[in-house]
C-alpha cells in the first residue's frame, strides 16, 4: 500500500470513529472525499443522470445509517461499493418488477387490432407474477458479473460496443457471454 494510500485510509478511520462520535462535519468531509468515485460508479451503470443523483444520494444515507457496522479492517471505500451493489441490485429489481407490472397490461395491437379488447384477467396477472419470479430467480443464480451485463443491456439498453468498452473485451465476447446468460435465464425460466 502506498504512504498517500495508507494516509487515505487513516484519514477516512479517523473521520469514521468522529462521525460514529457525533461530528457531522467528519461525514461531510467522507461524503466530499467519496462521493466523485460512488457517483461515477453509479452513473455509468443506471445511464441516468437523475437516477444516478438518487441512488447515490440513498447509498451514502445507508452508508451513515449503518457506519456503526463498518469494520476497519478495510478501506472505507471498499465498503462503500459493498453498499452501492446492494442498492443498485435493489434498483435493477425495482425495474424489473416495473416492467413486468407494465407488461401484464402491454397489449400488441400489430398483431390484432381487436385484442385492445382482451381483458386481463387474474390468471394472465397471476401468470406475468410467476413469469417474473422465475426470471428474477434465474437473475440471482447468475455470478454478480454476468448478472450485470445482461442487466445493463437488457435493462438499462447499453449497447454491446458500451460494454466491451467497459470491460475490455471484444464484442463477439460479449455477445456471446449475453447468449449464454439469455439461454441460461430462459432454461430455468
Not at 485510509?9 to 467519496?34: M, P, Q, W
Not at 444515507?61 to 449503518?66: F, G, L, P
Not at 459493498?82 to 435493489?90: A, D, S, W
Not at 455477445?175 to 430455468?188: F, G, M
Amino acid at each position: 500500500m502506498s504512504a498517500t494510500m495508507s494516509r487515505a485510509v487513516l484519514a477516512d478511520k479517523v473521520l469514521i470513529e468522529r462521525t460514529l462520535a457525533g461530528s457531522k462535519e467528519c461525514f461531510d468531509a467522507l461524503y466530499e472525499r467519496h462521493f466523485p468515485r460512488v457517483y461515477n460508479f453509479v452513473s455509468r451503470r443506471v445511464g441516468d443522470t437523475s437516477d444516478a443523483e438518487d441512488l447515490t444520494q440513498e447509498i451514502f444515507i445507508q452508508a451513515v445509517t449503518s457506519l456503526s457496522s463498518y469494520r476497519a479492517e478495510g478501506s472505507f471505500l471498499h465498503w462503500m461499493y459493498g453498499i452501492t451493489r446492494n442498492v443498485l441490485k435493489r434498483h435493477y429489481l425495482r425495474k424489473t418488477r416495473a416492467a413486468e407490472e407494465i407488461g401484464t397490461h402491454r397489449v400488441d395491437v400489430s398483431e390484432d387490432p381487436e385484442s385492445l379488447h382482451d381483458e386481463v384477467t387474474p390468471e394472465r396477472q397471476a401468470s406475468a407474477r410467476e413469469s417474473g419470479r422465475r426470471t428474477m430467480e434465474a437473475l440471482e443464480s447468475l455470478d454478480p458479473e454476468s448478472r450485470e451485463m445482461y442487466l445493463l443491456h437488457h435493462v438499462d439498453g447499453v449497447s454491446i460496443r458500451d460494454l466491451s468498452e467497459r470491460t475490455l473485451r471484444t464484442e463477439d465476447a460479449i455477445k456471446s457471454d449475453l447468449y449464454r446468460i439469455r439461454r441460461r435465464i430462459t432454461e430455468e425460466n
